[in-house]
């Protein structure tokens, strides 16, 4: 399994950006995959996932603003970011579970958000938000 993160950058506060993974490797007709993000000095944080019902969740201090997409024609996961604010700068991982975890199962929360279940990470991209 190969994932590989594109589509970060700078932007101010307000702003939107979209990050992509493009996804080879990971076939299996039940999947869950996911962002992360790790920010200097701290911990990696979940920040949104889907599965092959299109579930979602996401972390509470993304909801609204960021939408998290597959497309499965492309293999390519998308992280939609809008309202970026200073504090989601970060080095974005996209990650794949090595498992299927089960209806409405796959989370990025609680016992996951520092990303246990995800077996297949990608480099990450940085992305920045200036005030």
């Known amino acids: 399994v190969q994932l590989q993160e594109s589509g970060g950058g700078s932007v101010q506060s307000g702003g939107s950006l979209r990050i992509s993974c493009a996804v080879s490797g990971y076939t299996r007709s039940s999947y869950c995959m996911g962002w992360f993000r790790q920010a200097p000095g701290k911990e990696r944080e979940g920040v949104a996932s889907?599965?092959?019902?299109?579930?979602?969740n996401y972390a509470d201090s993304v909801k609204g603003r960021f939408t998290i997409s597959l497309d499965t024609a492309k293999n390519t996961l998308y992280l939609q970011m809008n309202s970026l604010r200073p504090e989601d700068t970060a080095v974005y991982y996209c990650?794949?579970?090595?498992?299927?975890?089960?209806?409405?199962?796959?989370?990025?929360?609680?016992?996951?958000?520092?990303?246990?279940?995800?077996?297949?990470w990608g480099q990450g991209t940085q992305v920045t938000v200036s005030s």
């Open positions: 889907i599965d092959s019902d299109e579930y979602t």
């Open positions: 990650a794949a579970d090595s498992a299927s975890p089960g209806p409405e199962a796959c989370t990025v929360v609680a016992g996951r958000k520092n990303g246990a279940g995800f077996g297949y």
